[in-house]
């Protein structure tokens, strides 16, 4: 069965975003490099320390499928119907999109109406023996209160943002145990990687 993984570039202070929903202050490890990596899906290169192309090589290469929320959905417009790592992307939300699948016929994105659950379930599937990558902060707190996560990873950034949008609010079952497995230090930004920790 695939690995659910939940990352976020997070600061230290816990993070994803500040209060009016920019990412500008955490981002910039993507670009303060001279190593190139083009994401599968496209339109898309970052330029960053060989450490942190190491850890984006590992992510693009073993990711199956993707679960996100519809507010991510809508921010990015849908990725223009090709997510950046290129492969296929489970929605969850309310109400699909009015239109969308119409405009964008080919692309490989599926409207989940009835759950977080069945979302997962479907990226499994699709996935194969790959991983599932969950985004968005809400799909991943859904996620985790579901024990659907099986593995976390945060990209710390050494800012603090004082306040915003937290990748870790409103958990329902706390404490959640993670067990630390890989650290890669790259330029400005420290890859975090934990295993979570099932109750036995």
């Not at 223009?80 to 994105?109: E, L, M």
């Not at 799909?139 to 050494?158: M, W």
């Amino acid at each position: 069965m695939a690995t659910v993984r939940a990352e976020k570039t997070m600061s230290l202070d816990g993070f994803i975003a500040d209060p009016s929903d920019d990412v500008a202050h955490l981002f910039g490890w993507y670009s303060n490099g001279n190593v190139e990596t083009p994401a599968p899906g496209g339109g898309m290169t970052f330029r960053t320390s060989e450490a942190s192309a190491r850890h984006l090589r590992e992510l693009f290469v073993n990711t199956g499928a993707v679960v996100t929320g519809r507010r991510l959905f809508d921010r990015t417009d849908g990725w223009g119907g090709s997510h950046p790592i290129g492969v296929p992307v489970f929605v969850v939300t309310h109400h699909i999109p009015h239109g969308w699948v119409d405009a964008h016929p080919d692309a490989p994105f599926t409207f989940v109406t009835t759950g977080v659950r069945d979302a997962v379930a479907g990226a499994r599937a699709a996935a194969g023996d790959l991983s599932v990558g969950v985004g968005g902060a809400d799909i991943v707190r859904q996620c985790l209160n579901a024990g659907l996560v099986d593995e976390i990873v945060v990209n710390l950034v050494p800012v603090l943002l004082g306040a915003g949008i937290r990748f870790f609010d409103h958990l329902a079952d706390t404490p959640v145990e993670l067990a630390a497995t890989r650290v890669i230090e790259g330029r400005r930004v420290t890859h975090l990687y934990f295993r979570v920790v099932r109750p036995t």
